[in-house]
T-cell receptor, first 107, second 114 residues
Framework: AQRVTQPEKLLSVFKGAPVELKCNYSYSGSPELFWYVQYSRQRLQLLLRHISRESIKGFTADLNKGETSFHLKKPFAQEEDSAMYYCALRWGEGLTFGEGTQLTVNP | NAGVTQTPKFQVLKTGQSMTLQCAQDMNHEYMSWYRQDPGMGLRLIHYSVGAGITDQGEVPNGYNVSRSTTEDFPLRLLSAAPSQTSVYFC?????????????FGEGSRLTVL
């Protein structure tokens, strides 16, 4: 069965520091992975998808099939990045989400 | 546009009671889905629909029914509530199905079963 694991429930960094949110997956098929974000008092929304190889709000994520990982990175964190981040894996006609990582960026 | 609207936002049920969580979207999305989120866990897919008249099961469908009579609405029915169904429920829709992975979520409905 498919599975997504985010090993850090909480992550705290200072403004301007690099940040990396870890995501590992297990899936027998060809993986399609996504990062979702939920800012305070807002709805869950798509941040980026691996297939687009895009940078959104300074965040990037690279799919590493050898390590079955899809870590989210940003070189210089901003206070407005504070939010809950979820890694998600497509399977069939749905997504499987990880447990989420609460990122706090301190001033 | 209201986007995806879920009602009610909060509900308390007794074991064995039935209820329906409502989900409506005004974006003319063909794909709609229901997820549940238990404490400390990720969202898990309950049921989904790729269009009116078509529904299918997700990862955790037991104890839930769905129907899709219109494009706009996708209600989730709990037939006989159990404490294990205490959770936060999210409805999500998409114009492109799951292909792009972009789901538009509702605000969630918090259900407690006593």
């Amino acid at each position: 069965a498919q599975r997504v694991t985010q090993p850090e429930k909480l992550l705290s960094v200072f403004k301007g520091a690099p940040v990396e949110l870890k995501c590992n997956y297990s899936y027998s098929g060809s993986p399609e992975l996504f990062w979702y974000v939920q800012y305070s008092r807002q709805r869950l929304q798509l941040l980026l998808r691996h297939i687009s190889r895009e940078s959104i709000k300074g965040f990037t994520a690279d799919l590493n099939k050898g390590e079955t990982s899809f870590h989210l990175k940003k070189p210089f964190a901003q206070e407005e990045d504070s939010a809950m981040y979820y890694c998600a894996l497509r399977w069939g006609e749905g997504l499987t989400f990880g447990e989420g990582t609460q990122l706090t960026v301190n001033p | 546009n209201a986007g995806v609207t879920q009602t009610p936002k909060f509900q308390v049920l007794k074991t064995g009671q039935s209820m329906t969580l409502q989900c409506a979207q005004d974006m003319n999305h063909e794909y709609m889905s229901w997820y549940r989120q238990d404490p400390g866990m990720g969202l898990r897919l309950i049921h989904y629909s790729v269009g009116a008249g078509i529904t299918d099961q997700g990862e955790v469908p037991n104890g839930y029914n769905v129907s899709r009579s219109t494009t706009e609405d996708f209600p989730l029915r709990l037939l006989s509530a159990a404490p294990s169904q205490t959770s936060v429920y999210f409805c999500a829709s998409s114009s492109t199905g799951i292909d792009t992975g972009e789901l538009f979520f509702g605000e969630g409905s918090r259900l407690t079963v006593l």
